[in-house]
Each structure stands twice: as structure tokens, then as C-alpha cells.
């Protein structure tokens, strides 16, 4: 026990002269940016296995974000395989931004958005997908578009990550 009190000592005085050194000019570092960014930060685990009452998948405001998204960008668009690619993408990262806007910055939820764009030709479509998740704190919501030339689907998964 004496052994460790005596290498805390040692540590925190040899962290001093540092501090120390570096506070009156003299530079014990030789890259001058690595004086400027300032002590090292580490950051310990919470252990939170579960979210917090206030911090849970908004299940229905994310099915809300998703209708607007698609009635915004989709209501008077026909299909056009060329365009869809990059009304895909467009979709897909305004809905992932509104929703992790939604669940706020200290957030535990990792967000995946699927959206699926087809012709609608009369034909019918499925759409399925798997996840292996923890369903007491997992959620998803989805919604479906349809006009006379195209389908919609688009699915946002909110994977709780501890």
C-alpha cells in the first residue's frame, strides 16, 4: 500500500513540473500545437445499461418526421429512376438530422433511416428487414407513401447503444 501512495506522489509531482514548465516557457513538447490544445480529457463509462425516462425513442414524433419529410419532397414528384438516387439520399439525411435534433445531443441512440423509393405500376411490393436488438429500449417507426406514379417506404430504427 505504501508502494502505491508513493507512485501517486511521484506521478503527481512529475505532472506538476510539467504544468509548471510549460505555464513559464520552457516547452518539455516540440510541436508548439500540442502545447496549445491543453490537457488531455478522459472520459470514464456510466455503465448505463438502460435509457433514462426522458431520454426514450420518440416513436411517434420520428413517424411524424417521416410523413412531412415525404409529403415535402414527394407529394407532385413521378418516378424517375435517375432522380430517385439522390431524392434517396436527400430524404434519408433530412430525416436522420430532424430526428437526432428530436432526441437532443446527449442522446444513447444510434439512428438508422431505410427509405425505399418504386414505380407504382400496380404491382405489389414488400418491404422486410431484420435487426437483432433489445426490444424493451429498441424502437422503430415507419411510414408509407403512395401517389399514381411512385411508392414510399421509409423506416427509422432507434438501436439503444450502452
Not at 507512485?7 to 510541436?31: A, C, E
Not at 430524404?91 to 437532443?104: F, N, P
Amino acid at each position: 500500500m505504501a508502494m502505491r501512495s508513493l507512485f501517486k506522489r511521484k506521478v503527481t509531482s512529475v505532472m506538476l513540473q510539467v504544468r509548471r514548465g510549460s505555464q513559464s516557457g520552457h516547452s518539455t513538447s516540440t510541436n508548439a500545437e500540442e502545447e496549445n490544445k491543453g490537457p488531455q480529457i478522459g472520459y470514464e463509462n456510466t455503465f448505463q445499461l438502460a435509457p433514462k425516462d426522458s431520454q426514450k425513442f420518440p416513436t411517434k414524433k420520428a413517424e411524424d418526421i417521416l410523413k412531412n419529410t415525404f409529403l415535402t419532397h414527394l407529394l407532385d414528384s413521378k418516378y424517375n429512376s435517375d432522380n430517385c438516387k439522390n431524392l434517396i439520399a436527400q430524404i434519408t439525411e433530412t430525416v436522420k438530422t430532424q430526428v437526432k435534433a428530436e432526441l437532443g445531443s446527449n442522446n444513447r441512440y444510434k439512428i438508422v433511416v431505410l427509405v425505399i423509393i418504386g414505380s407504382n405500376q400496380g404491382q405489389g411490393a414488400r418491404v422486410a428487414s431484420r435487426c437483432l436488438w433489445y426490444p424493451k429500449y429498441d424502437r422503430f417507426a415507419q411510414y408509407e407513401y403512395h401517389n399514381e406514379s411512385l411508392f414510399a417506404v421509409g423506416i427509422v430504427y432507434g438501436v439503444y447503444y450502452e
